[in-house]
Every structure is written in structure tokens, then in C-alpha cells.
């Protein structure tokens, strides 16, 4: 087959904007998008050319889980792209491939398992309590995201990362320059830059350490000479990037909850579906605007039908195949007791999200403590009128105005 009869076999390009969303609304373009085809194609506001963009879930995860698609690849292409800015490092952890990739996540994995997660739990419970108490003390109406959804994942963060309470502000301050999109690149760099050095001396005086925090088993790694002290700090700075993104998912959770009360009323009454409910709202919110991190096809690769070319960049969303009816019946339906429920909320494949557990346990600690412990917990306004993040990367409220 002629590159040219290739070509008029090609879906068009399709221009996706960053639209500012709000509530969990579903992106109307991404709607589009499904409905046209298993693999379409797409152009986003900033970077240069299209991109492939596949949205069913078998798709997604054969992109995601292939090494003829590179992340390594990007870092020298102009690709189509949501964020304005490109700024990962070298040897930043979202760009590397097998075995280099692989190497550095060994580093961390012990902070990240079962066994790490739960190290926090108390820890994490207690500091829950206390902004919970305070909520209450300081009494109705109040800003959940401010009092509650925003210092509670900082100060969870912190801890796993062994970072010292007195510098969680600068690390949120920080982490909300390099996330967002509107200050431009010179600040997001900059940022990026002082959270790096940051980590860079607290690595560095860690190296010979025996801690179980995600720091210090970086310092002991850099130490035994197992990763570079510059692809440390990448990953600690993506690690500690990460953790904030519950103040996101777990604010367009309690929106929907509180602004569906039946929801909320039967995770009071029946404690037990808890976790299965936390799984199908991670499921279901709309994490993020548009679409992540590329990959590049390293040679023809065939993908829902459609031949893609070596060099060609790919997209996969997660968001849609979360909503892949040929694998969750009624995608659109809040079922809190789903199952199975094998969503890729956190990704899929090497590149899969290491805080999963992390998020799925401050989740449930959340839930619990909101929950059962404001019992009459409501919204203070109506829910068009709460305000939703502009320009950001990632979704969520700005603000959860609350009483009870």
C-alpha cells in the first residue's frame, strides 16, 4: 500500500482545546473522540504537528505496556502537547524506558508497597484528626479543600517522602507553580528548579542512611552508587509532585458525593462498600484535562486497526477507557458496589503511578473521617457555584465551600 493511500485512510486531525471544566463533567471532545474510532487523531493547544490518541481499554493497555512505544523518545520532539511548557529533566523517571526506568523505581519501591503504605497510616489518621477538629472548632460555613483536602495529602506527602513539617509549605507552594499553566515557563522552571536543589542537599545528606522514607532510601541508592544523585532528585521531585494530586481526585469526589446526597447517605450506613465505592469514583472522576505524557512508536506498529508509523507520537486516555463499555457495563452509572472494576485511574504498565496505594488509603481515611465524623456534612452553595481550577493540568475544585 502507497504512503499516500495510507494516508487518505487516516482519521483527520482533530483540535482538541483545554477546555475549563467543572464539576466531573466529561470532556465533550473526548466524547467525540471515542465515538469516532478505537484510534483517532488529535491536536492540542501548544507543541507542534498531531498526534495518535487511543481510547479503548485493549488500546491502551498494549500502548501502554509495549516497548515499541518510547517515553524516551519525546524528549527531543516537539510534540503536540496540553502543557505550554516543556520542562522534564534528563533524567526525569516519566521519560525513561526499561531497564533504566526499571533501576530507578527498585530505588523507592519499599516506601510504596503494602507494607510502606501502612508505615504512614497512623501517622497519617492522627494529622487527619486534628484538621478534622479543627474544621470543627472553627465551625460552619468553611472551604473543605483549604481546611481539610489540600494540607491533609501536603502533610502525607511529607511524611512517606521524609520531608520536615516546617518545609510542607514551600513544597505546596512549589508543586502549585510547576502544575500550573497560566504563570508560564520561566516560573514552572524556576520552581522545579528550587524544589530540585531542595532535594538534591536533603539526598545528599542521606546517602549512608537506614530510614524508610522515600529520601533516604534515595540517599542510601546514591550511595551505593545504584542511581545518580541527579536521577534521584528527578524522581523525589515527581514523587512529591504526585502526592498533592489527591487534593484533586479526593475534591471531585466529595463534590459528587455532597452534591448526591444518596451517595453520600449510603457510604454512611453501609461502611463496608467503602473501598469498592473508592474504586469506581476514582473510576469515574475526570482526573486530569486532555491527555498526559506521549509516547513514541520506535516502528510500525498496527493499533485498533490502524497502521502507526515509526516516529509517529501516541496518546492513550485513561479517562475514556475507564469508560470502555465493552469493559464496564453502564459506564456512565455510579455503581459503588462495581465489580470488577479494573480501571486504570493510576495508569497502566511500567509508567503505572507508584502512590496508588497511597491515594487509595488517604481516600479511605478521608471518607471515613468526613464522613462519620461530620455526619450532617453538606454543601454551602449551590454546585454551579463552586469553583473549579482554570488552567490547570490537572481537575479540581478550587474551593469546596461546606457546612453541617
Given at each position: 500500500m502507497s504512503d499516500e493511500t495510507l494516508s487518505d485512510n487516516r482519521p483527520p486531525v482533530r483540535q482538541w482545546p483545554a477546555l475549563d471544566l467543572t464539576g466531573v463533567d466529561f470532556d465533550p471532545v473526548l466524547t467525540e473522540l471515542m465515538a469516532e474510532g478505537p484510534v483517532t487523531r488529535i491536536r492540542l493547544p501548544n507543541g507542534e504537528g498531531w498526534a495518535w490518541l487511543a481510547t479503548r481499554m485493549d488500546d491502551v493497555r498494549t500502548v501502554t505496556n509495549d516497548p515499541r512505544f518510547s517515553r524516551e523518545a519525546v524528549m527531543d520532539r516537539p510534540v503536540t502537547r496540553l502543557a505550554p511548557h516543556f520542562i522534564p529533566g534528563r533524567d526525569a523517571v516519566g521519560f525513561l524506558d526499561p531497564p533504566d526506568h526499571t533501576r530507578l523505581r527498585r530505588?523507592?519501591?519499599?516506601?510504596?508497597?503494602a507494607k510502606g503504605v501502612e508505615r504512614v497510616r497512623e501517622r497519617a489518621r492522627g494529622m487527619l484528626d486534628e484538621l478534622v477538629e479543627e474544621l470543627l472548632c472553627d465551625g460552619p460555613p468553611a472551604d473543605l479543600t483549604e481546611a481539610v483536602l489540600g494540607p491533609f495529602p501536603i502533610a502525607v506527602i511529607c511524611e512517606l517522602m521524609g520531608v520536615p513539617a516546617?518545609?510542607?509549605?514551600?513544597?505546596?507552594?512549589?508543586t502549585q507553580l510547576i502544575l500550573s499553566s497560566s504563570h508560564g515557563a520561566h516560573v514552572s522552571?524556576?520552581?522545579k528548579e528550587e524544589m530540585g536543589a531542595y532535594f538534591s542537599d536533603l539526598i545528599g545528606q542521606r546517602e549512608g542512611s537506614t530510614g524508610e522514607d522515600v529520601t533516604s532510601l534515595l540517599g542510601a541508592a546514591v550511595g551505593r552508587g545504584e542511581v545518580s544523585l541527579s536521577e534521584a532528585v528527578g524522581l523525589a521531585v515527581l514523587l512529591q509532585i504526585g502526592g498533592e494530586a489527591v487534593t484533586n481526585n479526593s475534591g471531585q469526589m466529595f463534590y459528587l458525593l455532597l452534591t448526591r446526597p444518596e451517595l453520600a447517605d449510603r457510604l454512611r450506613t453501609d461502611p463496608a462498600i467503602r473501598p469498592q465505592a473508592i474504586e469506581e469514583l476514582l473510576r469515574l472522576i475526570p482526573h486530569r484535562n486532555a491527555v498526559?505524557?506521549?509516547?513514541?512508536a520506535l516502528e510500525d506498529v498496527e493499533i485498533g486497526g490502524v497502521r502507526i508509523r515509526e516516529g509517529d507520537a501516541v496518546y492513550v486516555?485513561?479517562?475514556?477507557?475507564?469508560?470502555?463499555?465493552e469493559?464496564?457495563?453502564?459506564?456512565e452509572t455510579i455503581d459503588l458496589t462495581r465489580a470488577p472494576n479494573p480501571h486504570v485511574a493510576f495508569g497502566f504498565g511500567p509508567h503505572y503511578c507508584p502512590g496508588g496505594m497511597l491515594a487509595r488509603l488517604e481516600s479511605q481515611l478521608l471518607m471515613d473521617a468526613l464522613l462519620d465524623g461530620v455526619p450532617r456534612l453538606r454543601p454551602a452553595v449551590a454546585p454551579e457555584q463552586v469553583p473549579f481550577r482554570r488552567g490547570a493540568l490537572i481537575r479540581g475544585p478550587e474551593a469546596l465551600p461546606v457546612t453541617w
Open positions: 530505588a523507592v519501591a519499599a516506601a510504596f508497597t516546617a518545609d510542607r509549605q514551600s513544597m505546596h507552594t512549589w522552571e524556576r520552581a498526559g505524557l506521549s509516547r513514541i486516555s485513561y479517562l475514556a477507557a475507564n469508560r470502555d463499555p469493559v464496564f457495563p453502564d459506564p
